[in-house]
């Protein structure tokens, strides 16, 4: 059974810092894995989604790698901005073609 | 394209009552999915559909119900609501690649 950790759970920084947020999952016989961002109250907001057989994906400040072997991705965030505060769900998708979800970081940029 | 949409947005329910929560996208998507989202959790599977008139069980389906008559709609059916159904629903659909979502209902059960 596919599971899906976050780490942190939670991550407080001030503005302008470069951070990165961690993902790793069990079962590396996946299709794709996606970042999502979630804003209080609200719904989730796809952000950026790696294919099994890349290794990047860029989007403006955001960064995503992707090494399946070791079932690990990571998500980097340049210069944060307090716009960047929210929770950060990463998910992946095996062959049953069902999302299995982390519980996420709750992201904090302080002015 | 409205993507994905959900209603209602918020509702309140009394122990042992029934509601659907409707959900529908425009965007021509074979897979369908229903999840809920408990607080400080990540989201889970109730229900999905790989298509008109195919459905499955998730991770935790119990208590709740579902149909898939046409490509468009995938409404979630709770019978006889429970306070441990209290939660946010998030339906999301996908063909191919990325799934989207759509806005979620929060739902309480008193």
């Known amino acids: 059974k596919q599971e899906v950790t976050q780490i942190p759970a939670a991550l407080s920084v001030p503005e302008g810092e470069n951070l990165v947020l961690n993902c790793s999952f069990t079962d590396s016989a996946i299709y794709n894995l996606q970042w999502f961002r979630q804003d209080p109250g609200k719904g989730l907001t796809s952000l950026l989604l790696i294919q099994s057989s890349q290794r990047e994906q860029t989007s403006g400040r955001l960064n995503a790698s992707l090494d399946k072997s070791s079932g690990r991705s990571t998500l980097y965030i340049a210069a944060s901005q307090p716009g960047d505060s929210a929770t950060y769900l990463c998910a992946v998708r095996g062959g049953s073609e069902k999302l299995v979800f982390g519980k996420g970081t709750k992201l904090t940029v302080n002015p | 394209n409205a993507g994905v949409t959900q209603t209602p947005k918020f509702r309140i329910l009394k122990i042992g009552q029934s509601m659907t929560l409707q959900c529908t996208q425009d965007?021509?998507?074979?897979?369908m999915y229903w999840y809920r989202q408990d607080p400080g959790m990540g989201l889970k599977l109730i229900y999905y559909?790989?298509?008109?008139?195919?459905?499955d069980k998730g991770e935790v389906p119990n208590g709740y119900n579902v149909s898939r008559s046409t490509t468009e709609d995938f409404p979630l059916r709770l019978e006889l609501a429970a306070p441990s159904q209290t939660s946010v629903y998030f339906c999301?659909?996908?063909?191919?690649?990325?799934?989207?979502f759509g806005p979620g209902t929060r739902l309480t059960v008193t």
């Open positions: 559909s790989v298509g008109a008139g195919i459905t």
């Open positions: 999301a659909s996908h063909r191919g690649t990325e799934q989207y």
């Open positions: 965007m021509n998507h074979n897979y």
